[in-house]
């Protein structure tokens, strides 16, 4: 299983940013799919998933900001975060579960700043 992770920059407040996630080595298209990230000093936390029936669920704090999507032709999740704000600076990660056990993406740096 391989989850890459790009998309991710120095953006302004209120800005906007498309990550994505490319897979590979599973059946990305019977899998639930999610993105969480880590600020410096905090846990990792949970952003949003989207399942094999493209089903979402969102954390409090990015709701109605970001949106999951997923291509399951191109075996990749996309995460549109819209309205961005310095508290979502942080390393961006995508994960999946196969076979029981977590599999994470190497992550990709958001910072929102002016």
């Known amino acids: 299983v391989q989850l890459q992770a790009s998309g991710g920059g120095l953006v302004q407040p209120g800005g906007s940013l498309r990550l994505s996630c490319a897979a590979a080595g599973f059946n990305f298209r019977l899998n639930t799919l999610g993105w969480y990230r880590q600020a410096p000093g905090n846990q990792r936390e949970f952003v949003g998933d989207?399942?094999?029936?493209?089903?979402?669920n969102y954390s409090d704090s990015v709701k109605g900001r970001f949106t999951i999507s997923r291509d399951n032709v191109k075996r990749v999740m996309y995460l549109a975060m819209n309205d961005l704000k310095p508290e979502d600076t942080a390393i961006y990660y995508c994960?999946?579960?196969?076979?029981?056990?977590?599999?994470w993406g190497q992550g990709t740096q958001v910072t929102v700043s002016s």
């Open positions: 994960k999946t579960v196969y076979r029981s056990r977590d599999f």
């Open positions: 989207i399942t094999s029936g493209h089903s979402t």
